[in-house]
C-alpha cells in the first residue's frame, strides 16, 4: 500500500525504523525482536540505508527478511550523495522486483570508511533532486525527513531549513517524517509552519525514548534535539539506578504520545535501535489490546 493510501484511512499508523547489523547473526536477533512488533500492525518498517550504498547488502538483507519471514511492509531508505544515476536506476530496479512502493529520499553524507569517495559522482546533492528523480522514474511513493528544531548544518537558519523541506515537497514527496525530538512544543510549531505554507502531506512524529544516560550526549549530537530540562534533571536524579532511568524515559514517551495523538498526529514513527522491549512497554500504553494481532 502507498503511503497517501496508508495515512488516507483514518486510523493512528504505528511505524518503526531499524538499521541493518553487521552480521547474519544480528540480522536473526533483529528479525525476533520485530516479530515481537508485529502485534502493534505496523502500517511498515523503515530500513536504513548507508551514505553511498555503504551497508546496501545488509539492507536488502534485512529488507527482504522482513518482508518474507515476517511478512511485513517495508518503506528502504535512500540517500544520494555518492551515488551515480545509474546506481541509483539500479536501486530503482531492486525495489520494484521486490513489488516496493515506499521509499525515504535523503541526501545523506559522504561514507566515513571510504578514503577514496568521489564527490564528482553525486549527480544529487541535495534530496529534493533526489525526490523529483525518483517521481520521474519510478512509482514509489516518497518520504523525507523533516527536522523540528532544524538540520544540524542549518540550525543558525531555520527559514533555510524550512525552504529545504518544501523543495522536497513540491519536488513530490508524498510524507514528512520527523527527526526524534523530546519537545513537543517544538514538533507543533514545526507542523503548524509547514501548513501555514501549503504542505498538506502528513507529517510523522518521530519518538525515541531516552533509556540511558550514556546515550543523551549522543543523541543530542545526531540530532541536535535539545533535551527539555526537567526531564534531564529526572534522568540525572536517577543515575545511579538504571531502571528508574529506563522508566523515566519511558513515562516521557508515553506522555508524549498521547499528547500528540490529541494533537491529530495521523501516526507514529518508533525509533527502535533494533529492540522490542522500550517500544512494546510504550506503545503497550497507548495502543488498546483490541486494536493489536
Known sequence: MKLKDIYAQGKTVITFEVFPPKTDEGVANLMAEMARLKKFNPAFISVTYGAGGSNQGRSLQVTRELMEKLGLPVMPHFTCVGSSREYIQDFIQVLADLKIENILALRGDPPRDKTNFDPGKTV???????????????????????????????????????????????????????????????????????????????????????????????????????????????????????EKVKAIGIEHAVQQIKDLLAFG???????????SEVAEKVLGRIIPKADRN
Not at 265 to 275: A, D, E, M, Q, S
Open 124 to 242: 544529487f546533492k541535495y534530496a529534493n533532486e533526489l525526490v523529483e528523480f525518483l517521481k520521474q522514474n519510478s512509482s514509489l511513493d516518497i518520504g523525507v525527513a523533516g527536522y523540528p528544531e532544524g538540520h544540524q548544518e542549518n540550525k543558525q537558519d531555520l527559514d533555510r531549513d524550512f525552504a529545504n523541506l518544501q523543495k522536497k515537497m513540491n519536488a513530490g514527496a508524498s510524507l514528512i517524517v520527523s527527526q526524534m525530538f523530546f519537545d513537543n512544543e517544538k514538533f507543533y510549531a514545526f507542523a503548524k509552519k509547514a501548513r501555514a505554507n501549503g504542505m498538506n502531506q502528513p507529517i510523522i512524529p518521530g519518538i525515541l525514548p531516552i533509556t540511558n544516560l550514556d546515550s543523551i550526549e549522543k543523541m543530542i549530537e545526531l540530532s541536535g534535539a535539545e533535551v527539555p530540562k526537567k526531564l534531564l534533571n529526572d534522568l540525572q536524579s536517577a543515575k545511579d539506578e538504571p
Open 265 to 275: 498526529v495521523p501516526g507514529i514513527h518508533f525509533y527502535t535501535l533494533n529492540k
